[in-house]
């Protein structure tokens, strides 16, 4: 199991930008496949964004492509959420997540989980 803490959120002005980052405990942090989910309220967890073990490979929800960009830096047990262009829509609960394969979507997917972080995007 790893522990991770989310932080980076707040409040934006929409167009604007934030970076989310997570922290990870423990020493095999660079052997998990790492994720970010967001919950906005009423509805349920859903998949942002996730990075495989080295680095080398990342997959994205369409509904988030060419505005977030997820990164990790493994020496530093950390990884990131570069959002720009924010939209209203982006407003939610920011989760990150480990998981010990790589291609899932799903929260099942996905083991150990932070508290969350959230971000509110202003009209």
């Known amino acids: 199991q790893v522990q991770l803490v989310e932080s980076g959120g707040g409040l934006v002005q929409a167009g604007g930008s934030l970076r989310l980052s997570c922290a990870a405990s423990?020493?095999?942090?660079?052997?998990?496949?790492m994720g970010w989910f967001r919950q906005a309220p009423g509805k349920e967890r859903e998949f942002v964004a996730a990075?495989?073990?080295?680095?080398?490979?990342?997959y994205y929800a369409d509904s988030v492509k060419g505005r977030l960009t997820i990164s990790r830096a493994n020496a530093k047990n950390t990884v990131y959420l570069q959002m720009n262009s924010l939209k209203p829509e982006d407003t939610a609960v920011y989760y990150c997540?480990?998981?010990?394969?790589?291609?899932?979507?799903?929260?099942?997917?996905?083991?150990?989980w932070g508290q969350g972080t959230q971000v509110t995007v202003s009209s």
């Open positions: 990075i495989s073990w080295s680095g080398g490979s990342t």
């Open positions: 423990g020493r095999t942090f660079s052997s998990y496949t």
């Open positions: 997540a480990s998981s010990f394969r790589f291609g899932g979507q799903q929260t099942a997917d996905f083991g150990s």
